[in-house]
C-alpha cells in the first residue's frame, strides 16, 4: 500500500494553492513547492468512490448534518483518540479558521486579549487582529532541540486574555503535547477564566509512540471550558472540501457558538464535503496507518539527509504532523538573504519561519506529505545552493 505514495500526481493547473500560485508567491514558478499544508497525495480510494457516487446523483442542492455525519465523527474520536462524545456537541464549521473566527467574535469583545504561543500557524495571529482584538503571545521556549511550553509565562499572561488558541498538535514546531503540559494549560486557564479553543486539525497526523490526547477529553472541567476545532482535512488531503467541525461539550458555549456561526451564514455544510468525511472516517482508517508509515519514513530520509548533507542545518523532532521546522540559523544570514538563497538559489518554496512569529526567524517550514522522489528532489537542490561544490 505504501507504494501509492510514491506516485507523483501532476497537479499544475488545477487551480491548486500549492503548484498554480507559484510566480506570485515566490516571485518564480520554477521552485520545487513544500510550503502550504496540503499533501500531494490523492485521498483514499473510499472517499474518490464515495464523491464519485454523489457526483452522479446529478442534483446537487443545500445538505444538511445527517445522521451518517454525526455518527462517523462519534466513532471517529472514539477509534482513533478514546474521546467519548455526543454528537450534539458538534457544529460543522467550512474550516478551523473560519470556526476561529466565529469563536473570537462569540467570545470576545474588541480589545480582549487572546493567548497564541507563537511560533504558530499564523492565521491565529491574523484572526485575532483582524477582529480589532488583541494578541497575547506566551512564546514556546526552546530548550535541548525541543520546544516547551513557559508556563509561569503563561500564567501571567491568561490574566490579559479572555480565550487562548492552543494549536494541538502544534504547527509548525511538530509538538505534541504531553497529558501533564494540557492539564497545567487547562488549569491556568480555568484559573483565570480563558475558554481554551483547541486547534486540533493535526490530531491524526501523529507518529508512535507519541499519542494526541484531546484537550477536552482530559476531564469534565476541561471539557466544560473548551471548544476543540477539528477537521478530516489534513488527515485525508480534503482541504478544498470544507470540511471542518467544531466539538463544544458545554450545552451553553455550543448556543453561543452555533448562534454567532448563524449569524455569521458560516453554518451551512459542503455537499461533497460531507460525502467525503463519511467515507473518509468511516473507511480510511488503514490508509492513514499506511500515510503515517511513509511520513515517517518521509521524515527520517530528511533527517539523515540534512544531518549528512547539510549539517549546518538543524532538524527538530517531528512528533505530529507533516511540517518539518528546520533552523537555519547556522547560516548566519538575515532573514531577506536566507528567504533568497532558498527561493532564488535553491529554488524550493518552504515558508518562511518569520511568518509564525519573530520566534521563527531563521527557520523554516517544510512540507514533507509528498512522494519521496519529489522530498529527494527538494533537498538536494537546498544542499546544493548551501553547500556548494567549490567551497
Ligand atoms: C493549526 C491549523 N489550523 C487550521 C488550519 C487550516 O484549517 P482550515 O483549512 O480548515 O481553515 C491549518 C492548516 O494548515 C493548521 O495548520
Known amino acids: 500500500m505504501l507504494e501509492e505514495f510514491d506516485l507523483v500526481i501532476d497537479r499544475v493547473n488545477t487551480a491548486t494553492s500549492k503548484w498554480d500560485t507559484l510566480a506570485t508567491r515566490f516571485g518564480r514558478d520554477d521552485v520545487l513547492p513544500m510550503w502550504v499544508a496540503d499533501m500531494d497525495f490523492a485521498s483514499p480510494r473510499a472517499v474518490q468512490d464515495a464523491l464519485l457516487r454523489r457526483v452522479q446523483h446529478g442534483v446537487y442542492g443545500y445538505t444538511v448534518k445527517s445522521q451518517a455525519y454525526t455518527d462517523s465523527i462519534v466513532s471517529w474520536m472514539g477509534r482513533r483518540h478514546g ?3 455526543d454528537g450534539s456537541w458538534i457544529v460543522p ?21 487572546v493567548l497564541i504561543q507563537p511560533p504558530v500557524y499564523h492565521p491565529f495571529k491574523r484572526t485575532i487582529e483582524s477582529w480589532g482584538r488583541r494578541v497575547v503571545e506566551n512564546p514556546l521556549v526552546e530548550r535541548d532541540g525541543r520546544y516547551e511550553v513557559d508556563f509561569d509565562d503563561l500564567e501571567q499572561k491568561a490574566r490579559q486574555a479572555k480565550v487562548m488558541f492552543l494549536c494541538s498538535p502544534h504547527n509548525p514546531v511538530g509538538r505534541v503535547w504531553h497529558e ?5 494549560i487547562g488549569e491556568i486557564c480555568l484559573r483565570h477564566q480563558v475558554l481554551v479553543v483547541a486547534d486540533e486539525i493535526h490530531a491524526d497526523l501523529v507518529f508512535a509512540p507519541h499519542r494526541h490526547i484531546p484537550f477536552a477529553s482530559l476531564s469534565e472541567r476541561f471539557a466544560a471550558n473548551s471548544i476543540t476545532c477539528a477537521a478530516p482535512s489534513k488527515t485525508f488531503n480534503l482541504a478544498g472540501l470544507n470540511t471542518a467541525y467544531v466539538v463544544a ?15 455569521a451564514s458560516m453554518a451551512e455544510l459542503n455537499v461533497f464535503g460531507s460525502e467525503a468525511m463519511i467515507a473518509a472516517y468511516n473507511e480510511g482508517e488503514a490508509w492513514l496507518d499506511a500515510l503515517l508509515l511513509y511520513l515517517k519514513e518521509n521524515f527520517n530520509y530528511l533527517q539523515s539527509f540534512i544531518e549528512t548533507e547539510i549539517p549546518a542545518v538543524k532538524v527538530f523532532p517531528l512528533e505530529g504532523t507533516y511540517l518539518a521546522w528546520l533552523d537555519f540559523r547556522g547560516l548566519e544570514l538575515g532573514v531577506q538573504e536566507l528567504d533568497h538563497l532558498l527561493v532564488h538559489e ?17 527557520f523554516q517550514r517544510m512540507n514533507i506529505a509528498c512522494p519521496r522522489s519529489l522530498l529527494a528532489e527538494g533537498l538536494t537542490r537546498l544542499r546544493d545552493a548551501i553547500v556548494r561544490p567549490s567551497e
Open 93 to 113: 464549521a467550512p474550516g478551523v479558521v473560519p470556526a476561529l473566527a466565529v469563536i473570537v467574535q462569540a467570545f470576545t469583545q474588541p480589545g480582549d486579549g
Open 249 to 263: 461539550p458545554n450545552a451553553a458555549i455550543q448556543a453561543r457558538y452555533a448562534a454567532m456561526s448563524a449569524k
Open 180 to 184: 501533564d503540559e494540557l492539564r497545567r
Open 83 to 85: 474521546w467519548a462524545i
Open 346 to 362: 535553491a529554488r524550493v518554496g518552504l515558508n518562511e519561519g518569520h511568518l509564525f512569529g519573530r520566534e521563527g526567524e531563521g
